[in-house]
C-alpha cells in the first residue's frame, strides 16, 4: 500500500479522553453522528504532520483540552498525539527519511509524537525550580514535536518530506482558485519549463492589446478621472498614474494571469459552475499538483485529508469521485455523513467513531475477521439502504420490508423514537444475517445490535421445521454450543405436543442473551394475537374482495386459537402477499401507531398496578409478538438506558424527548 498512518493515540484532546485507533487503513473513511470530533481527529493529525500548520496553532487553549479532565489546563493536563507510519518496508527514501524515528522493524514502524505540557519553569540552575501556587494558563505550556521514543529528536526535516494536506469542508474553493497565493494552478504553472522567447512575444502581444483597448475613448477618459481625483487624495509627492488593463506586460508575470476556465471557448469561469464543481476542480489540481512534486521528488509523501466531500454533489458525482479517490494512488483520509459514499467503500476501509462519558471512541475496520471473498460480499451487502448502520448508535437486523415498516411503528407507540437516538432498522433482504453481525460485532464496529428472525417453526415444503431457532444457532455460538443447541432444537417435538413450549421456550431465551430474537412463524401471523383488528382494518382498506377480507378475518381468528389450522394460516398468508408484503406492512404501521400501545401491553401481560414496570417478565408474557418488544426493550436500554415502556401507565404512547431522557 505504500507509507500510510497505521496507528493513532490522541490523549486529552478536545473529544478524546484517550482515543487508539489501531489499523489505521491507508484510505480511511471517518464516520460518525454529528459533534463526535471527525473534524477534531483530523486537526489532532494536523498538529504532528502538516507543516503548514502554525506554531500558534500548536500552542493549545483551555478549551482544546477534554472537557472532562479532573484538572484541565488549570491544573497541569497534558495533551499528546502519536501518529505511527508503516509501509515504507520497501521504500528507500521513506528508510532514510525515518531512520532516526523508526521503532521497529518487523515491519518497520516510525512513531512521531506532539506533546503539549506544562513548562518546566527554572530560574539559576536545573534544580532550583519554582513552583506555581496559581491556577495555570496557556502560557505556562510548551508543545514539543519528536520521533521515535526520545524526546531531543526533532522531526521539522520530517514534516517537509511527508506531510499532511487537509482540504476543508465548503472551502471557497473559487476564491482560492482567484487568489494567486493560495491557488494549486500556481505550483503547476510556475514548474513549467516555459520557453522565455515565446513569454516575450506574448507579453508584447498583451501589450499591444491594453494599449488598443486604451484607445477607446470612454476608458481613456475613466483613467483621466481616477487620475485627478487620486492625486488630488495623495498630493503632489505620492500621486499614483492608474492605468486600465487586463494583465502584467512584465514576461516574468504573465503567468500569474492564467486563469482556468471551464469550457473549450473559454467563456466559462469557475464563478460559472456550482459550488459543488468548483470543490471537485480545486480537488484535481491539487492532486496533480501532489503529483507532480511527486514526480520531483520534492518529497516521499502526502498524505490528503478532505472534510466532507459530498458537499454540494450529487450522490452519482459523490461515487464518481470516491471511486477515482480510491484509485488515484494517494494517502486518503476523509471525513464523511454520505451513505452513497459509505456504500462503495472497501468494507476494511471505516473508521467509525462514537461518543461515550468518557470522551469519543473509535474502531477500525482494517482487521476485520473476515476473507476476502467475505468481505466483497458484505461490500455487495452495505449498499446505500444498509450503509446507514455504518453510522448508527444501535441496529435492529430484520429480514424483509414488512419488518422494516412494522417495527419503528411499535416503537413509535411505545414512545420510543428510534431515529432520535440514532437507532435504525435495516433490512438483510432475506436470513444471511452472519457478516453483519461480523461487521457489527466486538471484532468489527462494535455496534450495539440485535437481530430478528422470523421463527418458520412449521414445516415448509422441503419439510425443514424450527428453521428460525437453527438461524439463531448459527450466529455468536462457539462450535461446541451450536452443535449441542443444534441437536435440542432437532429434539422438539411437534408443535401440538402438550410439551411443545416447555422445551422451545428455554432455547428461544437462550439465543436472546446472545442478541437474537426468534419468532414463531412469521411476523404477519405473530401480531394476530395481539394486533388482529389492526390486521383486519389495514387490508380492508387496500382490498374491497369480500372474499379475500373473509379469509384474513379467519386467519386471525386462527392464529388467536388454541389450536392452529394451518390451511386457515395458509390462506390469511397468501391474502396478504396477493397484495405485497411490505404495502401491506406500511398500511399497518400507520394502524399500530394509532394504538394506545402502553395500555394494550399492560393489558395483555396482566399488569394492573400503575406503578408496576413493564419488565422483560411482562413482555415475556406476549405470546408469540413477545420477541418485537424484547428486541426493542434490548436496544432501548442500550441507547437510552432505561426499559421501553415506562412504570406510567397514562403516558399515551408519546415520544419522549431525548434530552430528557439524559442523553
Known amino acids: 500500500m505504500g507509507l500510510h498512518i497505521s496507528r493513532i493515540e490522541i490523549q486529552n484532546f478536545r473529544n478524546f479522553r484517550h482515543l487508539v485507533i489501531d489499523n489505521f487503513p491507508a484510505h480511511a473513511v471517518?464516520?460518525?453522528?454529528?459533534?463526535?470530533?471527525?473534524?477534531?481527529?483530523?486537526?489532532?493529525?494536523?498538529?504532528?504532520?502538516?507543516?503548514?500548520?502554525?506554531?500558534?496553532?500548536?500552542?493549545?487553549?483551555?478549551?482544546?483540552?477534554?472537557?472532562?479532565?479532573p484538572a484541565g489546563l488549570a491544573g497541569g493536563a497534558e495533551v499528546t498525539?502519536?501518529?505511527?507510519?508503516?509501509?515504507?518496508?520497501?521504500?528507500?527514501?521513506?528508510?532514510?527519511?525515518?531512520?532516526?524515528?523508526t521503532i521497529d522493524f518487523s515491519p518497520y514502524t516510525a512513531r512521531l509524537t506532539y506533546r503539549f505540557a506544562r513548562r518546566t519553569e527554572i530560574e539559576a540552575t536545573a534544580q532550583d525550580v519554582r513552583p506555581v501556587d496559581r491556577p495555570l494558563t496557556a502560557q505556562d505550556y510548551d508543545f514539543t514535536l519528536f520521533g521515535g521514543e526520545n524526546e531531543s529528536t526533532g522531526i521539522r526535516t520530517i514534516r517537509r518530506e511527508i506531510a499532511l494536506r487537509v482540504l476543508p469542508a465548503l472551502r471557497d474553493a473559487e476564491g482560492d482558485l482567484q487568489q494567486w497565493r493560495r491557488s494549486p494552478l500556481r505550483d503547476l504553472l510556475e514548474r513549467l519549463p516555459l520557453d522565455p522567447d515565446n513569454l516575450?512575444?506574448?507579453?508584447?502581444?498583451?501589450?499591444?492589446?491594453?494599449?488598443?483597448?486604451?484607445?477607446?475613448?470612454?476608458?481613456?477618459?475613466?483613467?483621466?478621472?481616477?487620475?485627478?481625483?487620486?492625486?488630488?487624495?495623495?498630493?503632489?509627492?505620492?500621486?499614483?498614474?492608474?492605468?486600465?488593463?487586463?494583465?502584467?506586460?512584465?514576461?516574468?508575470?504573465?503567468?500569474?494571469?492564467?486563469?482556468?476556465?471551464?469550457?473549450?471557448?473559454?467563456?466559462?469561469?469557475?464563478?460559472?459552475?456550482?459550488?459543488?464543481?468548483?470543490?471537485?476542480?480545486y480537488l484535481g489540481l491539487l492532486l496533480e499538483a501532489l503529483n507532480q512534486q511527486r514526480r520531483d521528488e520534492q518529497f516521499v509523501a502526502t498524505f490528503v485529508a478532505i472534510e466532507e466531500p459530498e458537499a454540494h454533489l450529487h450522490v452519482s458525482l459523490q461515487r464518481q469521485?470516491?471511486?477515482?479517490?480510491?484509485?488515484?494512488?494517494?494517502t486518503l483520509t476523509l471525513t464523511t455523513h454520505s451513505p452513497h459514499i459509505a456504500a462503495v467503500t472497501p468494507i476494511r476501509s471505516f473508521i467509525v467513531l462514537r461518543d461515550t462519558d468518557q470522551g469519543t471512541v473509535g474502531v477500525s475496520?482494517?482487521?476485520?475477521?473476515?476473507?476476502?471473498?467475505?468481505?466483497?460480499?458484505?461490500?455487495?451487502?452495505?449498499?446505500?439502504?444498509?450503509?446507514?448502520?455504518?453510522?448508527?448508535?444501535a441496529v435492529i437486523f430484520v429480514e424483509g420490508l414488512a419488518e422494516?415498516?412494522?417495527?419503528?411503528?411499535?416503537?413509535?407507540?411505545?414512545?420510543?423514537?428510534?431515529?432520535?437516538?440514532?437507532?435504525?432498522?435495516?433490512?438483510?433482504?432475506?436470513?444471511?444475517?452472519?457478516?453483519?453481525?461480523?461487521?457489527?460485532?466486538?471484532?468489527?464496529?462494535?455496534?450495539?445490535?440485535v437481530i430478528i428472525t422470523d421463527g418458520d417453526a412449521a414445516p415448509d415444503a422441503r419439510g425443514t421445521r424450527e428453521a428460525g431457532l437453527k438461524r439463531g444457532a448459527k450466529l455468536g455460538l462457539s462450535v461446541a454450543s451450536r452443535r449441542a443447541l443444534r441437536t435440542l432444537i432437532d429434539e422438539l417435538p411437534d408443535i401440538d405436543a402438550g410439551d411443545y413450549a416447555s422445551r422451545r421456550t428455554p432455547l428461544v431465551r437462550r439465543l436472546r442473551t446472545r442478541g437474537v430474537f426468534v419468532g414463531a412463524q412469521t411476523l404477519e401471523t405473530d401480531l394476530c394475537a395481539l394486533f388482529g383488528q389492526q390486521i383486519i382494518a389495514a387490508f380492508q382498506e387496500l382490498s374491497s374482495n369480500t372474499k379475500?377480507?373473509?379469509?384474513?378475518?379467519?386467519?386471525?381468528?386462527?392464529?388467536?386459537?388454541?389450536?392452529?389450522?394451518?390451511?386457515?394460516?395458509?390462506?390469511?398468508?397468501?391474502?396478504?402477499?396477493?397484495?405485497?408484503?411490505?404495502?401491506?406492512?406500511?398500511?399497518?404501521?400507520?394502524?399500530?401507531?394509532?394504538?394506545?400501545?402502553?395500555?394494550?401491553?399492560?393489558?395483555?401481560?396482566?399488569?394492573?398496578?400503575?406503578?408496576?414496570?413493564?419488565?422483560?417478565?411482562?413482555?415475556?408474557?406476549?405470546?408469540?409478538?413477545?420477541?418485537?418488544?424484547?428486541?426493542?426493550?434490548?436496544?432501548?436500554?442500550?441507547?437510552?438506558?432505561?426499559?421501553?415502556?415506562?412504570?406510567?401507565?397514562?403516558?399515551?404512547?408519546?415520544?419522549?424527548?431525548?434530552?430528557?431522557?439524559?442523553?
Open 81 to 101: 498525539v502519536v501518529v505511527e507510519l508503516q509501509g515504507y518496508d520497501d521504500d528507500i527514501d521513506a528508510k532514510s527519511v525515518l531512520a532516526g524515528v
Open 404 to 449: 422494516l415498516y412494522v417495527l419503528p411503528a411499535l416503537a413509535a407507540a411505545a414512545g420510543f423514537d428510534l431515529n432520535a437516538y440514532g437507532a435504525v432498522v435495516a433490512s438483510v433482504h432475506g436470513t444471511d444475517f452472519k457478516p453483519y453481525r461480523t461487521l457489527l460485532g466486538p471484532r468489527g464496529l462494535d455496534t450495539p445490535h
Open 200 to 281: 516575450t512575444d506574448t507579453a508584447t502581444a498583451v501589450a499591444a492589446a491594453v494599449d488598443q483597448l486604451t484607445k477607446d475613448a470612454n476608458v481613456a477618459k475613466l483613467e483621466k478621472h481616477l487620475s485627478e481625483r487620486l492625486t488630488g487624495m495623495f498630493g503632489p509627492r505620492m500621486a499614483v498614474e492608474p492605468t486600465l488593463g487586463f494583465a502584467s506586460t512584465k514576461p516574468d508575470e504573465l503567468i500569474r494571469s492564467v486563469r482556468l476556465f471551464v469550457d473549450s471557448a473559454r467563456r466559462r469561469g469557475i464563478s460559472d459552475t456550482s459550488l459543488g464543481s468548483a470543490n471537485v476542480i
Open 365 to 393: 475496520t482494517a482487521g476485520l475477521p473476515v476473507t476476502d471473498k467475505e468481505a466483497a460480499d458484505l461490500e455487495r451487502y452495505i449498499d446505500v439502504s444498509r450503509a446507514e448502520v455504518l453510522f448508527a448508535s
Open 548 to 663: 379475500a377480507i373473509a379469509d384474513v378475518r379467519a386467519g386471525v381468528a386462527n392464529e388467536q386459537a388454541s389450536t392452529v389450522d394451518s390451511g386457515a394460516r395458509k390462506k390469511m398468508l397468501d391474502r396478504i402477499s396477493d397484495l405485497g408484503k411490505g404495502r401491506f406492512a406500511q398500511r399497518l404501521a400507520a394502524h399500530l401507531g394509532a394504538t394506545d400501545l402502553p395500555a394494550l401491553i399492560r393489558q395483555a401481560a396482566g399488569i394492573t398496578d400503575p406503578a408496576a414496570a413493564v419488565d422483560e417478565i411482562a413482555l415475556d408474557l406476549l405470546g408469540s409478538a413477545s420477541y418485537l418488544f424484547l428486541a426493542l426493550n434490548d436496544i432501548s436500554h442500550k441507547v437510552r438506558h432505561q426499559p421501553l415502556f415506562s412504570a406510567r401507565a397514562d403516558d399515551g404512547g408519546q415520544p419522549e424527548d431525548p434530552d430528557a431522557a439524559g442523553q
Open 321 to 330: 469521485l470516491f471511486g477515482y479517490l480510491l484509485r488515484s494512488g494517494t
Open 30 to 69: 471517518i464516520v460518525g453522528e454529528n459533534g463526535v470530533g471527525k473534524s477534531n481527529l483530523l486537526e489532532a493529525i494536523r498538529l504532528v504532520l502538516d507543516p503548514s500548520l502554525p506554531d500558534s496553532r500548536r500552542q493549545l487553549r483551555a478549551e482544546d483540552i477534554w472537557e472532562g479532565h
